[in-house]
């Protein structure tokens, strides 16, 4: 079946330092990824819509120049964190849809120090 | 705006028991709801999806109820078993959209 992959699985990094994750889709394409966060005991929360080839669509309360979103290809989107602070540790997944089927990544989890 | 709450927060029961886990949308607008399980640190596990015109889906010992007017759905687990310790997430897909909005989720856990 369908497979989206996310690397790294987790990072640790330092603060003011920028991280990226990738999230792959295995064996189709995607032109639509969404990206998640989720806070310790919280519920996922929708970052962005990652589109192919366009511009990425940012939820109220997420900064754009912060969470830079890449859709290069039909198969890759990364989220790279800029000048990550403690407050963006968190656990990342990115889904993508094949066809009517929505497959999640195995998540990212960033602790910034 | 959607909005998807969880009730309760957390459960901790003996193992064999029978037991219902609450989700509430607040726009019943849906396309359909899902639930999921989350084990501690991992990513997401889809358990049962309900579309919209359906009232109900099994998997084994889980039954998925789903009162779209109401804008309820409940997730059932049979004889339950320390194995079932997780979080498990409502998610609801609105009509016209992709992206799901989530519950923040019932803390399971399951005495041996």
């Known amino acids: 079946g369908a497979v989206v992959s996310q690397h790294p699985s987790w990072v640790i990094c330092k603060s003011g330092t920028s991280v990226k994750i990738e999230c792959r889709s295995l064996?189709?394409?995607?032109?639509?990824m969404f990206w998640y966060r989720q806070f310790p005991k919280q519920s996922l929360m929708l970052m962005a819509t990652?589109?192919?080839?366009?511009?990425?669509?940012?939820e109220q309360g997420v900064e754009k120049d912060k969470f830079l979103i890449n859709h290069a290809s039909l198969t890759l989107s990364t989220l790279t964190v800029t000048s990550a602070h403690p407050e963006d540790s968190s656990f990342y997944i990115c889904?993508?849809?094949?066809?009517?089927?929505?497959?999640f990544g195995p998540g990212t989890r960033l602790l910034v120090l | 705006k959607q909005e998807v709450t969880q009730i309760p927060a957390a459960l901790s029961v003996p193992e064999g028991e029978n037991l219902v886990l609450n989700c509430s949308f607040t726009?019943?607008?849906?396309?359909?709801l899902q639930w999921f399980r989350q084990d501690p640190g991992k990513g997401l596990t889809s358990l049962l999806l309900?579309?919209?015109?359906?009232r109900e889906q099994t998997s084994g010992r889980l039954n998925a109820s789903l009162d779209k007017s109401s804008g309820r759905s409940t997730l059932y687990i049979a004889a339950s078993q320390p194995g079932d310790s997780a979080t498990y997430l409502c998610?609801?897909?609105?009509?016209?959209?992709?992206?799901?909005?989530f519950g923040s989720g019932t803390r399971l856990q399951v005495q041996p």
């Open positions: 998610a609801v897909r609105d009509t016209g959209r992709r992206a799901l909005t």
């Open positions: 726009d019943s607008a849906i396309y359909n």
């Open positions: 064996d189709f394409q995607a032109t639509t």
């Open positions: 889904s993508a849809w094949d066809v009517e089927t929505q497959y």
């Open positions: 309900i579309q919209s015109s359906q």
């Open positions: 990652s589109n192919e080839g366009s511009k990425a669509t940012y």
